[in-house]
Structure formats: C-alpha cells, structure tokens
C-alpha cells in the first residue's frame, strides 16, 4: 500500500468499494533499479485505464502545474495535480515526477526534451 494511503479504518462504507477498486493490484510492466531500490513500473496506459474504468472519464483530470530541466542531475522533472470529482466531492493531489535526460551518443545532445518531459509527467 502507498504510505499517502488513507489508513482503511477512515474510509466510510459507502466508499469502500470505490477505494478497493483504485487500489486494486495492477500488474508492474518493468521493474528499475533506482538508488540501491527496486521498484516496479506501470505503465501510464494502465493507469489511465484504472482511473477511467473506475471513476469515469469525465470524473477526472490531470493537470501539468510546472515543469523544469535541472542541468546538474541531467533530468526533467514536473509537478503534475491529479483532481477527481464524484457526487459533488473533489479531491486534489500534486506530486512530482522526474526523468533522466535522453542524450545522442555521438553527440550528447538532448535528442526529445519534450519525450523526457512527458516520461517525467507519466512519473
């Protein structure tokens, strides 16, 4: 479980199944190597496709808030706000993501910053 997870003993009943259905294991696509941490990637389809088969097309958007190059680690990064709107209720959650710059090999230069922002984004 995400440690951001609402503990399951405050989530009300007439909930519930809204939050099992998000939560529900989606199988990892690829597993990386990051920092001495395994971690276990999805791919932004899949989770596209839990939001839309669970809250509904129309209850949900992602939003690009800011977005960066930070020259030192060689990354993009992105400040994205996920906002969901049921029954009346909106919740809104902002998180970053990052991705390493993509370099030609036989000229270092950046081959697609906007490839790499959008990987960060899907972070």
């Known amino acids: 479980m995400n440690a951001d997870a609402e503990p399951t003993s405050v989530i009300p009943a007439s909930e519930r199944a809204l939050y099992d259905d998000l939560?529900?294991?989606?199988?990892?696509?690829?597993?990386?190597?990051?920092?001495?941490?395994?971690i276990d990637y999805h791919t932004g389809e899949q989770v596209v496709s839990r939001l839309n088969e669970t809250l509904g097309f129309l209850n949900w958007?992602?939003?690009?808030?800011?977005?960066?190059?930070?020259?030192?680690?060689?990354?993009?990064?992105?400040?994205g706000e996920l906002t969901v709107t049921i029954n009346g209720r909106t919740a809104t959650r902002q998180q970053f993501g990052s991705q390493k710059v993509k370099r030609s090999r036989s000229?270092?230069?950046?081959l697609d910053i906007g490839f790499d922002l959008k990987g960060a984004a899907t972070d």
């Open 23 to 38: 939560t529900d294991e989606i199988n990892p696509t690829f597993r990386d190597l990051r920092g001495g941490v395994e």
């Open 61 to 79: 958007s992602f939003t690009i808030i800011t977005h960066g190059i930070h020259a030192e680690a060689d990354e993009c990064w992105v400040q």
């Open 107 to 110: 000229s270092g230069t950046p």
